[in-house]
């Protein structure tokens, strides 16, 4: 039997960069601290430009610490900016739509929310990764699914695909995460607003997952 990869970081934007020069410097740090899978660029309520402005000042911060960058929402202008990939929810296009538009090599995601169902339709239908959560109390987006660990373990004994963990985690309750299987956590105000900063919020969480 092989032995399960070490889970991984996942970050995600705050909902809001008001100062993206700043914001740039922060992630600078963070993803020279440590391991970091990928980073989420989820701004809502932002208009396109927005969008635009973000994505084409981060993307080159991730990928020259060779982090996949994946888009919230939006296959279209994952597509049209080089994002590696997408993250679609329960409102967004799906699956295999977002499939079509950013083609065969582009990493798809779904929001899975507490339902093992939907996650096994949205490997089904290509996804590459499934999202459980929140887990825990969130401000970035308004859920009400509260999921147990135990979704992580049950998904990781009988599907291939990866599973992320998302909502409200944080470096002091993480650990219930990590042990029943995830494959990433999805982070987003437990590294930004950690009280040492953002760089010690990734030395920390990959402390924990080593």
């Known amino acids: 039997m092989t032995s399960k990869a070490p889970c991984r970081l996942y970050l995600i ?7 993206l020069d700043a914001f740039a410097a922060d992630l600078e740090a963070a993803l020279g601290a440590g391991d970091v899978g990928a980073l989420q660029i989820r701004l809502k309520p932002a208009g396109d430009d927005q969008v635009r402005a973000a ?9 020259a610490h060779g982090v996949a960058v994946i888009l919230n929402d939006r296959p279209d202008l994952a597509a049209e900016l080089g994002c590696d990939g997408v ?3 329960d409102e967004d296009p799906a699956v295999d739509a977002a499939r079509r538009i950013l083609g065969p090599d582009a ?9 093992r169902h939907a996650a096994m339709e949205a490997a089904e239908a290509g996804a590459d990764y499934v999202a459980f959560g929140a887990f825990f109390p969130t401000e970035t987006k308004d859920t009400t699914a509260r999921p147990e660990p ?22 002091d309750n993480a650990r219930p995460l990590i042990e029943a299987g995830a494959d990433f956590l999805a982070v987003s105000a437990g590294v930004w607003r950690h009280p040492d ?14």
């Open 55 to 63: 994505v084409r000042r981060l993307l080159p911060v991730a990928h």
């Open 13 to 19: 934007t705050p909902p809001a960069l008001p100062d």
């Open 107 to 115: 990493m798809i995601g779904a929001t899975c929310r507490d339902s």
């Open 150 to 171: 135990e979704i992580l373990t049950i998904w990781q004994e009988t599907m291939a695909i990866p599973c992320v963990a998302i909502g409200g985690i944080t470096v």
């Open 197 to 210: 900063g953002p760089a010690e919020a990734v030395r920390r969480f990959n402390a924990l997952m080593g």
């Open 87 to 89: 993250h679609v929810g």
